[in-house]
């Protein structure tokens, strides 16, 4: 099953539109890439 997302990042002020089988995975690494190089 595929699930359809839309991601805001607030940082770079963009909405990412896609889709994944995976949902956790695909918040994981959207969550990840956002506080990447932020202590």
């Known amino acids: 099953m595929f699930t359809v997302y ?5 940082a770079h002020d963009k909405l990412y539109i896609g889709f994944t089988s995976d ?3 695909r918040l994981a690494s959207h969550n990840a890439l956002a506080t990447k190089g932020y202590t």
């Open 6 to 10: 839309a991601l805001h990042s607030p």
């Open 23 to 25: 949902i956790e995975k």
